[in-house]
């Protein structure tokens, strides 16, 4: 069960049932892998990323079904039985988390509004803000929390995603380094100025292996009179948090690891007879604004640039790292990308009762939870190869069972309609745009 005293367990609930804060639940009252079980419970990782997302709550109750009909088939070992319904008792009980108040979601992304204006009419010439939309999904903090790289920065209050100061401010840093790097005379040493002033340094960062000695090169030494012959400087610019402004939506990924055994040095080659292992991760969904606020929390007189030039720069270096590098993990598989502006989704989300807006939806409201068998997964694969790729991802992931994806053998019944039979051609192209090979 998951590690709680006792008071506090009479408090909230031996699941922490009572507990509608995801940062809570996420970085709190994780379910281990081993702990009061006799056996390592290899789902709890995926459990525990279900828990916080939008839909977890029906998903772990899906999961449960799920386990309990595969006990009650034929053919089921009596321990492998007990095993299964034990783990149906434990998804049972994480999916009775408390629900999350919208209004509080709304409220929230009001907040973040409000508290824009207000810094607007508190530094009116020494602040710039501005809103940007994910055009993909959005991974930041992996590295942190409990769950090993599968952390998401959370709000400790309302336990939503946002994007901590310090990593808008390293995007912004990078993207400075990069352009001085590139660029060249008066406009190296003016990009060079406005960094320095902005960012601040360490003796470290002006060494010549440094972050602005690698950028400058020979050009550091003809900086602005206030930082040359200094060690240190304090950056004159706090960089905020980014909050969302219109409501997120958190969504559950996974990277699925092809040669376990070899990235970890066991095999030297990479062959296909490893079994995959699929790892859980939590994402915001695209379509969330984020509002983003720069401000100067001091000024010197006699500085080379105006107020409004070096807030030019922290806005320019922030929208560029956000529109052409991404923000957050993954960028280079492209997570974390943006469009500047507050732009509408580019699908409404449905009404509460209506069908879903995505054909891939569609595809699994209807066949959740019913291809178990060798005998009418077939039906499904023709109308599974018509989604687009993204489609098709989530679909796979969701329609087929976890148990099966962890056993892509050929010989396996399950997986022979994919190479063979009636629809076998439909199940070759799935498995060519998945990058999956059965052994």
Not at 93 to 102: L, P, Q, R
Not at 153 to 167: E, I, Y
Request: hydrophobic content about 40%; proline content about 6%; overall charge positive.
């Amino acid at each position: 069960m998951i590690p709680m005293s006792k008071d506090v367990r009479e408090l909230i609930g031996p699941w922490a049932e009572q507990v509608d804060n995801r940062a809570l639940l996420y970085e709190k009252y994780a379910l281990p892998k081993v702990w009061g079980e006799p056996r390592k419970i290899d789902n709890a990782g995926r459990w525990n990323v279900l828990r916080i997302v939008t839909r977890g709550s029906a998903l772990l109750s899906e999961d449960a079904q799920r386990l309990r009909s595969e006990a009650n088939g034929p053919n089921v070992q009596p321990e492998v039985a007990e095993k299964k319904r034990t783990y149906a008792r434990i998804a049972e009980s994480m999916a009775k988390v408390g629900k999350f108040d919208t209004d509080l979601v709304q409220a929230w992304n009001e907040n973040a509004q409000k508290f824009m204006d207000d810094l607007r009419k508190s530094y009116p010439e020494r602040l710039v803000t501005f809103e940007a939309t994910l055009q993909s999904r959005l991974m930041i903090n992996m590295a942190g929390g409990v769950v090993e790289n599968a952390g998401i920065c959370l709000d400790r209050c309302f336990g939503l995603p946002f994007l901590p100061g310090s990593a808008v401010k390293g995007i912004a840093r990078n993207q400075a380094l990069w352009e001085i790097k590139r660029a060249s005379g008066q406009e190296k040493k003016k990009l060079l100025d406005a960094a320095l002033l902005l960012f601040g340094y360490a003796k470290p960062d002006l060494s010549r292996n440094g972050a602005f000695g690698w950028a400058a090169g020979a050009d550091l030494g003809n900086t602005v009179t206030l930082t040359r012959g200094t060690n240190e400087f304090k950056g004159l610019a706090c960089f905020l948090p980014a909050y969302p402004t219109t409501k997120p939506k958190l969504v559950v990924d996974l990277v699925n690891s092809h040669y376990p055994n070899y990235y970890k040095g066991r095999h030297p080659n990479a062959s296909d007879n490893e079994e995959p292992r699929p790892n859980y991760f939590p994402a915001v969904e695209s379509g969330c604004s984020f509002g983003f606020a720069v401000v100067l929390t001091r000024w010197f007189n006699g500085l080379p640039l105006s107020e409004e030039e070096i807030l030019g720069h922290a806005r320019k270096w922030i929208e560029n790292a956000l529109t052409k590098n991404g923000a957050g993990a993954k960028t280079a598989a492209g997570y974390g990308w943006f469009q500047v502006g507050r732009t509408a989704p580019t699908q409404a989300q449905p009404a509460a009762g209506m069908n879903k807006a995505t054909p891939a939806d569609a595809f699994i409201d209807q066949w959740r939870g019913k291809l178990n068998t060798k005998d009418n997964f077939p039906a499904a694969l023709p109308a599974m190869n018509q989604l687009d790729d993204d489609g098709l991802k989530r679909a796979f992931e969701a329609v087929i069972p976890e148990q099966e994806r962890r056993r892509l053998r050929r010989k396996n019944p399950y997986w022979q309609s994919f190479t063979s039979g009636r629809h076998a051609e439909a199940g070759k192209s799935i498995l060519k745009r998945l990058n999956l090979q059965l052994t």
